[in-house]
């Protein structure tokens, strides 16, 4: 009997150890694998992807990186490539700043023979100016930064605001110009014209345009060609406005807000096709200065021509101060 009772104890002590080693292969197992499925989990949040040692990017490093980069998406969407986006914000009461606008071509000597050789502005006499601009207190703005203070009372940099814009698309624009102003981190407004002026007759290629865009430049339009708009059909009205100012927005990923009239011709018919083709305002070429109190859509401006000293701007600035209005109708150069 007690052989029997020993017997039984034995077998069952057997078990036993059976069945707790068949529960530590079990644990075993399961651990390993909840470790795989933890690596794969972690690997997949981090895009599979290294750093350049080798190493795997951090998960919580790349969430984040991620999610800073949908935020910056949802700012640029926001404000829609626009240069009133680097204003303060205003109160939302209409500002009242008003602005001189200057009108630029070539920032060069004329060449022998040159058409219109008034529209040639030597480098060295354009960062004369410049610099005279910036002893007088004037810092520029764009038309889209003055557009913010007319409409929402957005904060101007300080000093007298001015804007200077560029017609046509020529490449001293980018090459002197541009390096002019950056040093004093100034902008200004580039009306291009899409053809006409290709890079081997001095005007702008796509590269330069956005190098501009970048360091802040405000990029507007005078249409296609540079036509004579009050000249056009239906048809060709919509292809010089309304196109191109889609195709500037496509290609360079800004809004394109301000149209510039060619060679300051305009009428009804040419106003109604800017304000149906979504701009906000257009420019002439008559002398004055820009007040919220006017018609956007028929901004006057200062033809800065060759020759012209530096105090002779200032001169020239403060004496179209109080000048008139431009009419409801113009068609002069």
Not at 50 to 73: E, I, V, W
Request: glycine share 10%.
């Amino acid at each position: 009997m007690d052989e029997e009772l020993y017997r039984r104890r034995r077998v069952q002590r057997a078990r036993e150890r059976h069945q707790r080693a068949v529960r530590r292969r079990l644990f075993a197992g399961g651990a390993l694998l909840a470790l795989i499925v933890i690596v794969v989990v972690a690997l997949t949040a981090g895009g599979g992807s290294s750093s350049p040692g080798g190493s795997s990017s951090h998960p919580r490093r790349t969430a984040a990186t991620s999610r800073a980069r949908r935020s910056a998406g949802r700012r640029a969407r926001s404000h829609g490539g626009s240069t009133a986006a680097r204003l303060a914000r205003g109160d939302g009461r209409p500002g009242d700043a008003t602005v001189p606008v200057l009108m630029y071509h070539v920032i060069a000597s004329p060449p022998a023979g040159a058409p219109f050789p008034g529209l040639y502005v030597p480098a060295s006499e354009f960062a004369a100016q410049m610099a005279e601009l910036r002893a007088a207190g004037w810092h520029p703005v764009t038309l889209d930064q003055l557009r913010a203070n007319w409409t929402t009372g957005a904060r101007l940099p300080p000093g007298k605001p001015i804007v200077l814009t560029f017609d046509n698309g020529y490449h001293s624009q980018y090459a002197v110009a541009l390096p002019v102003l950056r040093r004093l981190h100034w902008v200004a407004d580039e009306n291009i014209q899409l053809t006409g002026l290709p890079p081997s007759q001095g005007g702008l290629s796509e590269a330069e345009v956005r190098a501009m865009v970048r360091a802040g430049w405000e990029l507007d339009t005078q249409g296609i060609s540079h036509a004579d708009l009050i000249t056009l059909d239906a048809a060709e009205l919509h292809a010089q406005i309304a196109s191109s100012r889609a195709t500037l927005r496509r290609r360079y990923h800004v809004p394109v807000n301000w149209f510039c009239y060619p060679s300051g011709h305009y009428d009804a018919t040419v106003i109604a096709a800017v304000r149906a083709a979504g701009y906000v305002g257009s420019t002439t070429v008559v002398p004055g200065w820009a007040t919220r109190h006017e018609d956007p859509f028929r901004l006057p401006r200062l033809r800065v021509l060759g020759g012209t000293s530096p105090q002779g701007l200032l001169q020239q600035i403060a004496s179209t101060r109080s000048a008139a209005a431009p009419p409801a109708s113009y068609n002069g150069t």
